[in-house]
């Protein structure tokens, strides 16, 4: 092997090594361990911007910015107290309730922004009825990573692979991804609303007051949330016909921010731009920098063989290993990297005589998105809402969560095992 082919692998084994021990910010270790791999000349610097997916990095700026104005309208807390007296106040239905709202919010938003917007409401509920908020936390970041698996902009991985991958549009993630996670997430919801039912009861009259609460009343802005929901309309459905007009997603994504910035007025302009999540951006940039490196020195490519030679070419095989191989690395290790790196390599696949690569793909985004339910630190919306009910003294260790949600990742991956053969492999 060539000596900048052992540097690029050294650098970006340290670099994960790093990432995963959670000791320095990943963004931090991401854009060092990039500029290590420009610094050894394993990339130039013109070569490693060429490697940067801009599309990506346009599509979350521009989200975060519409859902950032959004989250100000109190649209959110008006959506969950009448889904709360739509359930009667029942705490078993609210649980359910909650779980989908969160599923189909996370669809359309990143994962982190809807649990951040929905946890605290759902203490609130919870405070209500007196009822133990851990089931409805749990639920909703379960339901989070579930809903975020079923479209192009609903998590990272499967923004990183529709960029990737031109053939594969907004309406084609709906199409391919959508039903299977239907069934995971009715499956998943169902089962814990099960296994919680008994610790969710609570008194007639702590109903009676929870349906006594005004909806309306959490709404702090009608003319702003008007002008917001118009532009998130308008954006959603630029999501699905932007292949038509051939136009890449980040530019649906941008057009949406900038006009809802132009029809709120500027001073929302320096709000907004400052809650974009810029370490998360910059996260990106470096870990494309860092792929760059095995690309360009060829270990990739070696990768892409040794696999293929593992599986004998059979696109079944080929596809069950990256399903499980993603879900199970997802669970332990943030899939972002793990995507980064996988992208390439079943590109590579492609030049090798695998010709029809959607099953793959599909394997590849439903193993990624889904794997994160397995443990606390396999999605950072999972650390988020550990993080959020420590501050009210409701502590989810590493174990309670391994003890619900990785018996539930395994039963989605079954699923998706199931769904990707009969539907693409048969």
């Known amino acids: 092997m060539e000596q900048q082919a052992i540097y690029a692998i050294v650098i970006f084994l340290v670099t994960y090594a790093l990432i995963i021990s959670e000791k320095i910010h990943r963004t931090i270790v991401a854009m060092l361990g990039a500029i290590m791999m420009i610094i050894f000349g394993i990339v130039d610097q013109e070569t490693a911007l060429h490697h940067v997916d801009f599309n990506t990095l346009g599509l979350l700026t521009g989200m975060m910015i519409i859902v950032t104005i959004t989250a100000q309208t109190g649209l959110f807390k008006y959506i969950a107290i009448w889904a709360a007296k739509k359930a009667k ?52 970041v379960l339901a989070s990573n579930i809903g975020g698996t079923a479209t192009l902009i609903g998590d990272p991985p499967n923004i990183m692979i529709g960029s990737a991958v031109k053939e594969l549009t907004f309406m084609a993630f709906i199409m391919n991804l959508t039903p299977v996670v239907l069934v995971i997430l009715f499956a998943t919801v169902g089962i814990l609303a099960l296994w919680y039912r008994r610790q969710l009861k609570t008194t007639p009259e702590l109903k009676q007051e929870l349906m006594e609460m005004n909806a309306k009343d959490e709404l702090a802005d009608p003319v702003l949330l008007k002008k917001c929901l118009a532009v998130l309309a308008l954006t959603i459905g630029g999501f699905f016909v932007h292949q038509s007009f051939h136009l890449e997603s980040a530019t649906v994504a941008l057009t949406g921010a900038f006009l809802l910035l132009l029809i709120t007025g500027e001073h929302y302009l320096e709000d907004a731009l400052t809650r974009v999540e810029w370490t998360t951006i910059f996260f990106f940039v470096g870990l494309f920098v860092l792929v760059s490196g095995l690309v360009e020195t060829g270990v990739i490519a070696k990768l892409a063989q040794e696999a293929i030679a593992l599986t004998g070419g059979d696109i079944t095989a080929t596809a069950m290993l990256i399903l499980w191989m993603s879900a199970i690395a997802s ?5 972002i990297p793990f995507v980064a790196t996988m992208i390439p390599m079943i590109q590579e696949m492609g030049k090798m005589g695998l010709t029809d690569l959607e099953p793959l793909w599909w394997s590849l985004a439903l193993g990624a998105c889904l794997g994160g339910n397995g443990t606390l630190i396999g999605a950072s919306a999972n650390v988020i809402v550990a993080g959020m009910a420590s501050k009210e003294g409701h502590h989810i260790s590493f174990v309670k969560f391994l003890l619900v949600g990785f018996p539930l990742m395994i039963l989605s991956i079954i699923i998706s095992t199931v769904y990707v053969y009969v539907r693409y492999l048969m």
């Open 331 to 335: 669970a332990f290790v943030d899939n």
């Open 89 to 140: 106040g029942d705490p078993v239905r609210i649980l359910v309730a909650l779980g989908l709202i969160t599923a189909i919010a996370s669809a359309f938003l990143d994962n982190v922004t809807t649990v951040l917007l929905m946890v605290p409401v759902t203490f609130s509920i919870t405070r209500q009825l007196r009822v133990p908020p851990i089931p409805y936390l749990l639920t909703q």
